[in-house]
């Protein structure tokens, strides 16, 4: 039962404030629950807070303050308290920040979302101007109706401030609207498509679980797993209960609403960066009174207040989009997890490839397994051949084989589509000058400026820094000796364009397609056919489907194996597989082909005997042998500031500190400068530590760091279970 307060009771409010405590207020007299949304004043200014607790400490009652005023809006759920505690606790985060996250429609207040709206209540008053006496005539007239300001002036042709003082005087009543409508309720009893054998068996599998709250849906491209979760969220809208699905990509958003409304007769709620912030105080508002059934957006709906909240699906759960690497540090996949958990909400994680986590979880029993193994509508798996590059004869300039031209004129001629991947955003990722070597930098980052050609720009895509492309090098003085080195998703366009003139091409990348109404166009375009050949990054890897593309070209394989990240393997593995599954996804066969200068390498021969249970076995051998994640735990520690010898002092002193973490069994190595060692004009250093996974290393952190000596302008940063290691 939640917690109910009484007038002048003392209670502890937690604020957006960044001031590392909570606050104390007195109950206003008309009382208030557990999870209250408040305006408390604080020093001269009123900031927005939640009821947090029962405040135990002895205050003097008379110093204490009253809360200012009561939200009009549905308090958070004690689960949703105990989610916001837990998880602050995890990731080692003030409650404070993890509460802007619960409250990220600017302006949160009662009265914003409503209309006020005037009747006629008495024309008996002491001044009766003829401007109010024109007013007061009017609405007697239409006594039984109700009017806004706007309607009133217009009407009557009389300043606001007419209707301003009749109202102050009573003369006229004061009724408020909510502008915002109701979401339409989803027809959870339409029949959606056809589940094959393979889908039935896995909707009763999940239905059928009780043990396990998490479920790792695991299924090959194309093999139909939205159809099975779509079914799952019926069953939940069934029990009047409320859903959520996390998607990696805005991109991907409005193929899947479409898919929605097909299936449930109507929109769900969305809620991403994409929308306006009138829709985001919608949902939000229709989300904590339960009235919408299904939302479906980006991470940041993780935090959204649900009040009944029944099935969390996370789509392309290995996605590394849902690890947040700014501000507040979190993975929204192991986030959902901890949420369906204190929620006792069914969790569906979905993937071709999934995270090797997902996948140990499944082999340690944790997670439940279920599989697609066919592709939906007897569709077949692409062949997927290596094309060897140190065979093949380019021609300079050139990125594309003949043996992969080749194989795009056989498509063209058969009025088939062909898709050409490059992970690499830009025209060139380097601008180098051929007389003295130097490269074309960002002065903000120790990071490479990536040339755009079509913006006549280079640009930072480590802090956004942009500047025209330079005529002469800044080094020497060179004109005319700058050079644009390897390719980017541009470049390969131009090559595609003056091999294929004739073709229909369409270039596809997050620089070029800004918007999601503009990205929504080119995927229409291509589904219906009009797009020959299609060139694209990640934008375009995953979660799409056209059913005339039989052909893939990936342009760099090698690209991902290089560096020392944990999850090269992996992410190579995940994201070619995952563009392989583009081709074939209908009646007509698809193949794949992979240029590459490493064809026996592990991750390219497990892509080709697209033997993914081989891989993950063979990747977690590894991984448990080395004693890293899954089976162990890093912590990553950033020290920046705008001054390398204090970021340099701070890290000496953590090093001096560090006797307290090693008595426990923790490694700590470092402090040393990051890969990359400054960005946005800020010096960073990095540690790393590495502990046993039964071992609870966030508390000693905590101590650890706030024992440390700090210097001004120095910030500590710590990300539990970080993806990134730049």
Request: aromatic content about 6%; charged content about 25%; overall charge positive.
């Amino acid at each position: 039962m939640e917690k109910k307060f009484k007038n002048d009771e003392i209670v502890s409010v937690l604020t957006t404030e960044p001031i590392g405590k909570m606050l104390a207020y007195k109950v206003p007299h008309q009382g208030c629950d557990l999870g209250t949304f408040v305006l408390v004043p604080l020093g001269n200014r009123v900031v927005m807070g939640v009821v947090w607790s029962v405040n135990r400490d002895q205050l003097s009652r008379h110093k204490v303050k009253k809360i200012e005023k009561i939200l009009d809006f549905n308090p958070i759920n004690l689960e949703m308290i105990e989610f916001i505690e837990r998880f602050a606790s995890y990731t080692i985060t003030p409650l404070s920040a993890v509460f802007r996250l619960i409250t990220r429609v600017n302006k949160l207040d009662s009265e914003i979302n409503f209309e006020k709206k005037y009747s006629f209540t008495t024309n008996k008053i002491k001044r009766l101007t003829l401007a109010r006496k024109k007013v007061l005539e009017f609405m007697k007239l239409n006594a039984d109706l109700q009017f806004n300001i706007n309607e009133i002036t217009k009407k009557c042709t009389v300043s606001p401030s007419v209707v301003y003082g009749l109202e102050a005087i009573n003369a006229l009543g004061v009724n408020y609207y909510d502008r915002d409508k109701p979401f339409p309720k989803l027809d959870f009893s339409l029949k959606g498509k056809q589940l094959s054998k393979d889908q039935k068996l896995a909707v009763e599998k999940i239905r059928r679980s009780i043990r396990h709250n998490a479920i790792l849906l695991k299924g090959v491209t194309g093999s139909g797993k939205t159809e099975v979760y779509l079914e799952c969220i019926a069953d939940c809208i069934k029990q009047n209960k409320q859903a959520l699905v996390l998607l990696p990509e805005i991109g991907l958003t409005s193929e899947f609403l479409s898919r929605v409304e097909e299936r449930f007769g109507v929109m769900p709620g969305e809620w991403h960066s994409g929308i306006s912030l009138a829709k985001r105080r919608r949902v939000w508002k229709s989300v904590s009174k339960g009235d919408v059934q299904l939302i479906v957006g980006a991470r940041s709906a993780l935090f959204l207040p649900f009040k009944n909240l029944g099935l969390i699906v996370v789509d392309e759960e290995h996605d590394h989009s849902y690890k947040q690497d700014d501000g507040v540090l979190y993975n929204a996949r192991d986030m959902a997890v901890l949420r369906g958990v204190i929620n006792s909400a069914r969790v569906i994680l979905a993937s071709a490839t999934p995270s090797l986590e997902s996948w140990v979880n499944v082999e340690k029993g944790k997670y439940l397994g279920v599989e697609l193994s066919f592709r939906y509508g007897g569709a077949l798996i692409p062949k997927i051949k290596t094309i060897d590059m140190r065979l093949e004869k380019l021609e300079k300039g050139n990125w594309i084989s003949p043996t992969l031209v080749d194989q795009i004129r056989v498509r063209l001629t058969k009025g088939e589509q062909s898709l050409l991947f490059l992970n690499r955003r830009g025209f060139a990722p380097i601008t180098l000058c051929q007389s003295c070597g130097e490269q074309v930098s960002c002065d903000q980052c120790d990071s490479r400026m990536v040339q755009h050609k079509k913006l006549d720009r280079v640009m930072c895509h480590q802090c956004g820094n942009i500047d025209r492309i330079p005529e002469k090098c800044a080094a020497c003085g060179s004109e005319g000796t700058l050079s644009a080195i390897g390719p980017g998703i541009e470049r390969l366009g131009i090559e595609v364009q003056r091999l294929f003139s004739d073709a229909k091409i369409a270039v596809l990348s997050s620089d070029l397609q800004t918007t999601a109404a503009v990205l929504k166009e080119q995927l229409t375009k291509i589904a219906h056919g009009e797009i020959d050949i299609v060139v694209g990054t990640q934008l375009i890897a995953k979660g799409h489907n056209f059913p005339n593309l039989t052909l893939v070209g990936v342009i760099d394989a090698d690209l991902g194996l290089q560096g020392a990240d944990l999850r090269a393997a992996e992410k190579t593995f995940q994201m070619i597989s995952q563009v392989s599954g583009r081709a074939g996804r209908d009646i007509k066969a698809g193949e794949t082909f992979i240029q590459t200068y490493q064809p026996d390498h592990r991750v390219i021969k497990a892509i080709v005997d697209s033997d993914l249970e081989d891989f993950w076995r063979l990747e977690a051998n590894d991984r448990e042998k080395a004693k890293v994640p899954p089976f162990g735990r890093f912590v990553s520690i950033i020290i920046s500031g705008v001054d390398l010898k204090k970021v340099e002092e701070v890290g000496r002193v953590l090093l001096k500190n560090v006797c307290t973490l090693r008595a426990l069994g923790i490694q700590v190595f470092g402090p040393a400068p990051a890969p990359i060692s400054r960005i946005k004009g800020m010096y960073r250093n990095r540690m790393l530590v590495k502990a046993d996974l039964k071992t609870s290393v966030q508390k000693p952190l905590r101590e650890w760091v706030l024992k440390s000596k700090t210097i001004k302008g120095v910030k500590i940063k710590i990300d539990i279970d970080p993806y990134n290691f730049l």
